[in-house]
């Protein structure tokens, strides 16, 4: 069932396999797969072998991955484009890529004799053309200099958007900040194309497995854990990072790009009715409405039915609770203690030592506020 | 405008067909299989992930799709349109529609259902069914179906976790304390100790199981155990539940069940959670008492032949173009380009079986995980979640006259009674033209089985009916509990031709008395 026909070309530096299309398994939106396999002729030099798909919508995947300088890159490219479109795949010298699209640009007719591929001494590697469903391999010994390197479709109309950024030496930017790589090709990575707001849900880290990551209007995220019914932690700034748990079968966690300003207290939930000293209630999710993009999630707390919506108000700098208990004809005390400088508060009351206690009235509706210091 | 390049891949993309030669002889290969199935990719929604994990064809002709990023999708196939209707799920598995226009779609964490209740065209209420259920964290818990059966109950399979990874710090629900202490799963030696929590392991509720839901409830009854990674399920025309199930420990090959109430399918890690369980570690349990509980396979799939990692059972619609095919349960397979035909019988109370290919065509590629039929056309869902696949989907179309191919296959007393989708050439009874090789797999705590006590047979007796259509051989020997791997590549039709899938394995458990 293998079919592996070499069919070398000696185009330039670089050495072309085609394979026949269905051997390898393409992974989605990863990350550089960087594997080290001992066939360099360079002793203690392995080579780094990426593979690098072209997706629709004009994108590699992935959009940029690291190797070190000197070492001999082997780049297994797919073309897994959907909508049916032919790529090439060309490596550039740092700050070249510009010039390099425009001088494929100037090609015209004389584009398709030479897989559109300009003559100049700042292309490392190049691909031929690769119609869709078919891969070939290119090699390249990586320079010594340290820079970004890019690469790029120079296929008529596909140099301005498909592009991507190899860092050699250089350490990666945050995804969502690399001035090196296209807009859509981290919109591509991220739950809702980096949209705002989002629910997504997935395994995510100091949580259960039932988790749900949600990205709120502004700066604010937090995840939501359907197995305990309550907010386990907030953070700020770029939402929750999927790619590692959406490369394969989920082995891997979601990222928490950065460190959570507040953190739910271990094994407790907020809410006791009737006594502050109650036991730990049972809870049940059962699901959440969207409204404006934003969950309203909704559980049992014992027979209690809750529903709860989070919002952030960035200005403010609050994370805003919102509660609505129905047919309870028991005092809520809700509680939540001040820590790591983080505060709360209600309109409906004072806490007193970390419990704030609401008349069966006062809890049918009531919201608590957390400001933390990470707000501003 | 790609056709203006050229390309260095024509000459492989070629190498796969066997276009009909100018001499006027049949085409063969992918030439002959295209006069037969017309197959054609469709892209799914751009911009998102196009790994399929739930198909489902809609009673208005629409087609609605779930894919590995969390996406729920509706296909016009009239407008080739997609619209995305819900986001955000975790590695839906399956998905249903409703009366009323919600759906149900089972994820990692529970069955969801999807409601658009302001009327426009979105989902804006996940509502959870039902999540009543483990979860380790482990990557391999999936959660496939759910399916309705026909009193308008739900079945849903859950997967066992894998040894390939440990468990999550926080679980959900009850920690089975049968097996490996669970501490142990996050010490240091974990690597090391790993196989003593078994290769596949449930230690969480209801791992392994099928279980009924009440959909309108969201009550849930254990309704079989047994089950290792039960990705496919579905019901036959008789409304029989089917489920696949993949081969690895206590599966010698890929296996097809058809799954009965308080039913035990031979993987014993799911025990633990049986009411009646007396608390042995399943691991230690004797091969005689599991042997005493199980029922085994209707059908297997013999590894490497036929599929390595069947999916999901659906049924051929009775349409002109499906012909005789027409009423047939057919499956997908992960590691090959391959759709298969399971034809299954009852004998004596007892399910068995066997499996032929459809197609088996490099234009299908692999990871045909899910299959929807609307109209005629089979629309399929390719997925690998980083295991051997593909992604994006294809649509497989009948041209209107089935190759010559075997229809249908009964087991008598002493052999096997096969029909044909044409008259056989006389040439047929004769027994030399026949082979069939006998053998079996192991039931054990290892990995797969290699084909065991194999014997190549000749028949003895050849009878064609009048109408040459149906052939009966007769064996020199039959024995329960073996594979009746069928070869039909010397038989031709009528006409001279080949059969398009010659080979068949038939699953004996039962041999008729009569």
């Known amino acids: ?376 | 405008m790609k056709t203006l390049y050229f390309s260095v891949s024509v000459a492989v993309a070629l190498s796969a067909s066997g276009f009909a030669a100018n001499d006027g002889s049949p085409p063969s290969g992918e030439g002959r299989i295209s006069e037969h199935y017309k197959v054609a990719k469709l892209m799914g929604p751009p911009g998102i992930d196009s790994q399929v994990g739930a198909l489902v064809a809609l009673e208005d002709g629409r087609l609605a799709a779930a894919f590995h990023h969390g996406q729920v999708a509706i296909y016009e196939p009239k407008e080739s349109s997609w619209k995305i209707i819900a986001e955000g799920l975790h590695e839906p598995l399956g998905i249903l529609p409703e009366k009323g226009g919600s759906f149900l779609v089972m994820q990692r964490a529970e069955l969801t259902r999807l409601r658009d209740t302001d009327g426009d065209g979105l989902t804006d209420h996940y509502e959870t069914v039902w999540d009543d259920f483990g979860l380790s964290g482990n990557y391999h818990e999936f959660a496939f179906g759910p399916v309705r059966g026909p009193g308008g109950k739900l079945y849903v399979g859950l997967n066992l976790a894998s040894s390939g990874d440990s468990i999550r710090k926080e679980i959900r629900g009850e920690w089975s304390p049968i097996g490996l202490p669970r501490q142990e799963f996050y010490g240091a030696n974990w690597k090391k100790v790993s196989d003593k929590a078994g290769r596949m392991y449930s230690r969480v509720l209801w791992r392994g199981w099928i279980m009924e839901v009440d959909p309108v409830s969201g009550n849930a009854t254990p309704f079989a155990s047994g089950l290792r990674s039960p990705d496919g399920l579905g019901f036959d025309s008789e409304g029989n539940l089917l489920v696949s199930d993949n081969q690895g420990d206590w599966r010698g090959s890929s296996e097809l069940f058809v799954v009965k109430k308080d039913g035990f399918y031979g993987h014993p890690a799911s025990l633990v959670w049986r009411k009646d369980w007396d608390g042995s570690e399943p691991l230690n349990v004797p091969i005689s008492r599991l042997d005493a509980l199980r029922t085994p396979a209707a059908v297997w799939f013999p590894h490497n032949i036929y599929a390595n990692s069947p999916t999901q059972p659906v049924l051929i619609p009775k349409t002109p173009a499906w012909g005789a095919f027409g009423g047939q349960v057919l499956i997908g397979e992960m590691n090959s380009p391959r759709l298969l035909r399971v034809l299954m019988e009852e004998v004596d109370g007892v399910w068995q079986g066997a499996c032929v290919n459809l197609v088996d065509s490099e234009t299908l590629k692999r990871g045909l995980h899910r299959l929807a039929f609307i109209g005629d056309t089979l629309y399929v869902g390719r997925t690998h979640l980083s295991w051997a696949g593909a992604e994006g989907l294809v649509t497989l179309r009948p041209q209107g006259t089935l190759p010559f191919d075997p229809l249908d296959i009964h087991v008598t007393p002493h052999g096997f009674r096969i029909d044909f989708t044409e008259p056989l050439s006389a040439a047929a009874a004769d027994p030399g033209a026949w082979s069939v090789e006998q053998y079996t797999y192991a039931y054990h705590i290892a990995y797969g089985s290699p084909q065991m006590k194999k014997e190549s047979l000749t028949p003895t007796k050849v009878r064609l009916s009048n109408s040459n259509r149906t052939a009966e051989i007769e064996l020199p020997t039959l024995k329960e509990n073996f594979v009746y791997d069928l070869h039909l590549d010397a038989l031709r039709s009528e006409s001279g031709t080949a059969p398009l899938n010659a080979r068949m394995a038939y699953t004996l458990r039962k041999i008729p008395q009569k």
Request: glycine share 8%.
């Open chain 1, 1 to 376: 069932m293998h079919r592996k026909k070499s069919v070398p070309l000696s185009l330039l530096r670089l050495a072309l396999f085609v394979f026949s299309s269905t051997t390898l398994a393409p992974r989605s939106f990863s990350e550089p797969v960087l594997s080290t396999k001992k066939v360099s002729a360079e002793p203690g030099k392995p080579n780094v072998t990426v593979k690098m798909v072209m997706r629709d919508g004009l994108r590699f995947d992935p959009p940029r991955f690291s190797a070190e300088p000197g070492r001999k890159l082997v780049i297994e490219l797919e073309n897994e484009d959907s909508s049916h479109q032919s790529h090439n795949f060309l490596l550039i010298r740092p700050g070249k890529l510009k010039k390099i699209v425009e001088s494929a640009m100037a090609l015209g007719e004389r584009g398709p004799s030479q897989s559109f591929v300009p003559q100049s001494s700042d292309i490392l590697a190049h691909s031929a053309v690769l119609d869709p469903e078919k891969k070939s391999r290119i090699s390249v010994d990586l320079p010594a200099e340290p820079g970004v390197y890019p690469y790029v479709c120079t296929m008529p109309g596909h140099g301005m958007v498909m592009y991507g950024a190899l860092y050699s030496g250089v350490i990666l930017p945050a995804i969502d900040k690399d001035p090196n790589i296209p807009p859509t090709a981290v919109q591509a990575m991220l739950p809702g194309g980096g949209r705002r707001p989002f629910i997504q849900r997935m395994f995510l880290p100091n949580a259960g497995p039932a988790a749900i990551a949600v990205s709120l209007p502004g700066k604010q995220n937090f995840c939501w854990d359907a197995g305990e019914c309550r907010l386990r932690y907030v953070w700020s700034g770029t939402g929750v990072d999927p790619r590692e748990h959406w490369r394969g079968n989920g082995k891997d966690l979601a990222k928490v790009p950065t460190s959570p300003w507040w953190n739910a207290p271990i094994e407790d939930f907020p809410f006791r009715f009737g006594s502050p000293s109650a036991s730990v209630p049972k809870v049940k999710f059962l699901g959440y409405r969207v409204e404006a993009g934003l969950p309203e999630f909704h559980f049992k707390v014992g027979a209690i039915e809750v529903f709860e919506k989070v919002t952030a108000d960035d200005a403010r700098g609050v994370i805003e609770f919102h509660y609505k208990v129905l047919r309870s004809n028991e005092a809520l005390f809700y509680r939540a203690s001040d820590a790591e400088g983080a505060k709360w508060a209600s309109p409906a009351g004072l806490f007193k030592g970390g419990v704030l206690e609401l008349t069966p009235a006062q809890a049918a509706q009531f919201s608590v506020t957390l400001t933390g210091p990470a707000i501003h």
